[in-house]
């Protein structure tokens, strides 16, 4: 427990190092409340990272968004050949992001804006050129994810990067248990997630349809990645897709809960579930993985004789393993005879991980950077800034992988009944 409480205090609290003369400007789009935690938290400790603005539709909100989080710079002045576009701009974005955009002492922006708005702020601020940091879902459906990362600008020399913001995919405990894995043995995959009841409300902007709500888009979104991952294949068909959802209002074809089945190219099936409207007391997210029997080599035994094993891997805290996780192990072996398949002999065996460092997780890891206060969006923000600087990363998010995975994403909705999230008609 001292450890966990360390841990977390030094996740919000860490180090504050000197920032370098070149350290990246960000600029943040929107007073969301997961910039503290996604980036703002994060770039403390990184001395290659300075938050320097931020921009809302609301100058009040914006004004006291930055000074709890000691942003020096409020973006507020209008651009006269835009007034036009605000004036009818349905979800009244403020003038203000596109002051933002046009900075030249910004380097990067931060996109936690609502899922319906990812789309065509990513496409203004890579068109500006600028790194961009996009919240996930990275957009409200593959035509747009299509769009979006295959923009000219993207492929040019030295030009903008931009990264789908999978935070959990970046932490050790994941990469950790993704390479005990072999895609090939594997024939099933369940993965679940939720948020207690009392963390969200009806009004909240995941239940607006045309802002691109849903449980699907908020948190099922990880769910997918970690079946598409661990099959290392994306899947052929969505076999059902059960949901509970609004009717009503904008309200109307949100899930509020779901449950999904998908079929893989090598005939395993994968199962997610999440909801918005759980429990009192919140649940780790999980993925648990269930492989082939295969034969192992034992020279112990008589030539009529052979060892099988059967194994499953569970991760649970998947999305935030800063907080607790633990990686489960367990390998049931069997001794038959070769000639009847009688079984000789089986027994068990188990064992568990904790992993809150690539130090923890030895081997291959071993050397990658990281402290164990780390949160998953350090470790992120870590590759981001590598990348943009030209260095190696250990990981990264591929354009083409967030296509995959709004293609998932879309097939579980057409299943569904309530249909893919809205297209942005700006182009």
Request: hydrophobic fraction near 40%; include cysteine; charge should be positive.
């Amino acid at each position: 427990m001292a450890a966990l409480l360390i841990r977390v205090w030094q996740a919000f609290n860490p180090p504050k190092p000197p920032k370098s003369k070149d350290a990246l400007k960000f600029g943040v789009l929107g007073a969301a409340n997961i910039a503290p935690l996604a980036l703002i938290g994060p770039a403390k400790s990184h001395p290659e990272v300075i938050i320097q603005a931020v921009s809302a539709r609301d100058r009040q909100k914006a004004e006291a968004f930055a000074k709890s989080n000691s942003i020096p710079e409020v973006k507020d002045s209008y651009q006269a050949p835009l007034i036009a576009f605000a004036m009818r701009y349905e979800f009244h974005c403020s003038l203000s992001l596109l002051e933002i955009l046009d900075d030249p002492n910004i380097d990067c922006i931060f996109i936690p804006l609502p899922n319906g708005l990812h789309y065509e702020w990513a496409v203004r601020a890579i068109k500006a050129g600028k790194h961009v940091l996009l919240e996930k879902p990275c957009t409200s459906n593959s035509t747009e994810a299509g769009i979006l990362f295959n923009l000219p600008e993207l492929s040019k020399p030295n030009g903008p990067i931009l990264l789908e913001a999978f935070h959990n995919r970046f932490y050790p405990s994941w990469n950790f248990f993704h390479s005990l894995i072999d895609p090939a043995d594997v024939i099933h995959v369940s993965s679940s997630s939720m948020i207690p009841w009392w963390a969200t409300g009806k009004n909240d902007i995941h239940f607006n349809y045309r802002l691109s709500g849903g449980t699907i888009m908020a948190m099922g979104t990880y769910n997918f990645a970690a079946l598409r991952l661990i099959f290392g294949a994306d899947p052929e068909e969505c076999l059902s897709c059960d949901t509970n959802s609004y009717t009503d209002g904008i309200h109307n074809k949100c899930d509020y809960d779901f449950k999904a089945k998908f079929r893989f190219p090598n005939g395993g099936i994968g199962e997610a579930s999440s909801t918005l409207k759980g429990a009192t007391v919140l649940k780790p997210s999980s993925v648990t993985v269930t492989c082939k029997q295969v034969v192992v080599p034992d020279k112990a035994l008589p030539a009529s004789q052979e060892k099988v094993q059967s194994r499953e891997l569970s991760l649970y805290g998947l999305v935030h393993g800063v907080f607790w996780h633990r990686i489960d192990i367990k390998d049931v072996f069997e001794i038959r005879s070769k000639d009847s398949g009688k079984v000789i002999s089986k027994w068990s065996e188990q064992k568990s991980h904790k992993t809150y460092s690539f130090k923890e997780a030895g081997g291959q890891f071993a050397g990658f950077p990281g402290e164990t206060y780390w949160m998953s969006y350090r470790y992120q923000l870590e590759a981001f800034v590598n990348r943009v600087k030209g260095r190696k990363t250990q990981h990264w998010v591929t354009g083409e992988d967030s296509i995959a995975q709004m293609k998932m994403i879309d097939m579980a909705y057409e299943k569904s009944g309530l249909g893919p999230r809205p297209t942005s008609k700006f182009r």
